[in-house]
């Protein structure tokens, strides 16, 4: 069982954090005026939503599909230091759980915060390169 693997509980509050992943306050992010649109306007939200109290880093992903179809997803990283989960990892999950085809992604928009200690755009142009190559994608700096 698993109380006897992990005996002792280990969350954020251990890590003197005093909210956690899915119950933490949303950030105050704006996009400069030049940017807009549902799309960029679901990646916002999506970092807006994010959890990093350790990096400091919050963003989020949004993706759009050829029929115009936009699902977004948050980073959110985990009290223990581990893995955390990438924006545009959480964003393909619910792209996955809608059906979809990676051929269908059409577009890609990354929000990141200008006060951002790590960016996940490398990262997310990599995937995106195997999943999506057609796909455009394009980083949007939010100010605090």
């Known amino acids: 069982m698993l109380k006897d693997l992990l005996p002792e509980g280990f969350g954020p509050a251990d890590l003197q954090q005093t909210e956690a992943i899915f119950t ?5 992010l704006r996009l400069p005026t030049a940017f807009g649109g549902p799309v ?12 990093a109290p350790y990096s400091k880093s919050p963003s989020g992903c949004a993706i759009q599909t050829k029929a115009g179809t936009v699902v977004r997803g948050s980073y959110l990283e985990n009290a223990a230091f581990n ?4 924006p545009l990892q959480s964003s393909l999950v619910a792209f996955v759980m809608r059906q979809e085809a990676f051929a269908n ?3 890609v928009v ?3 915060s200008s ?3 790590i960016s996940h755009a490398a990262e997310t142009r990599m995937v995106l390169a195997i ?3 057609r796909a455009s994608f394009e980083v949007v700096t939010a100010t605090a």
């Open 24 to 28: 933490s306050t949303p950030l105050a």
């Open 40 to 51: 960029v306007a679901a990646a916002l939200n999506a970092a807006v939503r994010s959890y």
């Open 83 to 86: 893995r955390s989960l990438a």
């Open 105 to 107: 992604i059409a577009r």
């Open 110 to 112: 990354l929000v990141e």
């Open 115 to 117: 006060r951002r200690t």
């Open 131 to 133: 999943l999506a190559p």
